[in-house]
């Protein structure tokens, strides 16, 4: 059924159809939303059989979380930002014990300085953790990826993370498609969990691996992570004969065929970035766009096969590797190994920074024209950081970046024309 509803609310709403029967939240902004709407309909009895846990942290969330997966219950939890990064040891315990949990992260910047807008910065520091991580483009697209992540955590026993841009998604009103409880109940049954705590034949999980054994249980995760490369089509495929539209997948290629020039992207940027591709096909340039749908596993072939033909790769990211640059170009830039193409990487929209489409116009400008660097800053103010750099070089003792630099931007907000 079509409906003009807030993206948090359409999410809450698809989660409710997968039947959880543990939900433990700590709130935190721009994920909120999600499990103040999952709270309402657990205790308007619209969602029955679940038990709603408010903790008292992130980490309280998803320990809850693995107890109740551990036992046996269909488990889910969301988060964002500061609040992903304190829970990173249970992170790590939920992906090592192999435990179907589901985690919406509604991405949002990590501070020092504090930033609450969006960037990817979050889920990427977590990229080797051992979750699946799968990105939505859509309001649409966030809501059905949770429905196929259920699916997919609970045929490898493996939890999935689902990015959805902050704000941006989260609290944006679209029109979305939202299925019902029986196209729900007869794509995902009911959760037979492969590891359950019974008193009866007690166990134990988590127990001391010693160096005889480990590498072995860490490529067995990674065994896991590469199955889901050929897991992740078939339950999208079967998700789109159920319920007639297409969403997920490994990556999603946009007017490609034939491009010489491809720029890669991740989430709701892609929509932008769209925008700006067909506007310059209608001028009589060949150039696409490649949407990566899962970022972890990286789906290396399918991005090789894409990209394989195109004159130049533009790699546009929402977070940065500081010492190195981008962290999606350099997982792209392996998947091209041997293939001699011109690559760049633009580090765009940190800290909610707005991608615009004269900004991509004239990055894009700048790459037929081959005047871009390999490592590109898009619409970075330079005079303001030379300003600092001079600073720091003139007095030992500056103060905090973060605070020079807001007094130089309002200085120069305040001068006369």
């Not at 972890?296 to 010492?323: C, D, S, T, Y």
């Amino acid at each position: 059924m079509l409906s003009q509803i807030e993206g948090s609310k359409a999410v809450a709403d698809a989660i409710a159809l997968c039947r959880p029967e543990v939900i433990c939240a700590y709130p935190i902004s721009p994920q909120t939303h999600i499990v103040e709407g999952l709270s309402a309909l657990v205790k308007s009895g619209k969602l029955a059989g679940c038990e709603y846990v408010n903790v008292e942290s992130e980490f309280a969330a998803m320990s809850v979380a693995i107890g109740a997966s551990a036992a046996g219950a269909r488990a889910y939890t969301a988060t964002a930002s500061q609040g992903l990064l304190y829970m990173v040891e249970a992170v790590y315990n939920a992906s090592g014990l192999g435990l179907p949990i589901v985690m919406t992260v509604a991405n949002r910047a990590i501070g020092s300085p504090i930033n609450i807008w969006n960037d990817h910065t979050d889920t990427m520091s977590q990229r080797d953790c051992g979750w699946i991580q799968l990105y939505a483009e859509t309001n649409q697209e966030a809501a059905d990826l949770h429905i196929q992540a259920f699916k997919l955590a609970e045929e490898l026993s493996l939890p999935v993370m689902v990015c959805m841009d902050g704000f941006i998604l989260t609290h944006a009103y679209e029109r979305v498609d939202m299925p019902n409880q029986e196209q729900v109940d007869a794509y995902l049954p009911a959760f037979e969990p492969r590891q359950v705590l019974d008193p009866a034949a007690p166990i134990s999980i988590g127990a001391m691996v010693g160096p005889e054994a480990f590498t072995e249980v860490r490529f067995l995760a990674h065994h896991k992570q590469m199955q889901a490369l050929d897991l992740i089509p078939e339950i999208a495929t079967e998700f789109q004969e159920i319920f007639g539209r297409d969403s997920g997948g490994l990556v999603r290629p946009y007017r490609t065929e034939d491009a010489e020039t491809v720029i890669v992207a991740l989430g709701s940027v892609l929509g932008t970035i769209k925008d700006v591709v067909d506007e310059r096909r209608e001028a009589g340039e060949k150039i696409g766009v490649l949407g990566i749908t899962s970022f972890r596993p990286f789906p290396m072939l399918a991005i090789r096969g894409v990209l394989r033909h195109a004159q130049r790769v533009i790699i546009l990211e929402k977070a940065l590797a500081i010492g190195l640059g981008g962290i999606v170009s350099d997982n792209v830039r392996n998947a091209l190994s041997g293939i001699t193409l011109k690559g760049n990487t633009v580090i765009a929209g940190l800290g909610g920074r707005a991608i615009t489409k004269v900004s991509l116009h004239k990055l894009f400008d700048e790459a037929r024209a081959d005047r871009l660097e390999r490592l590109v800053f898009l619409d970075m103010d330079y005079d303001l950081v030379q300003r600092e750099i001079e600073r720091t070089k003139q007095q030992r003792r500056s103060g905090s970046a973060a605070e020079n630099i807001l007094r130089d931007v309002g200085v120069v907000a305040a001068r006369p024309a």
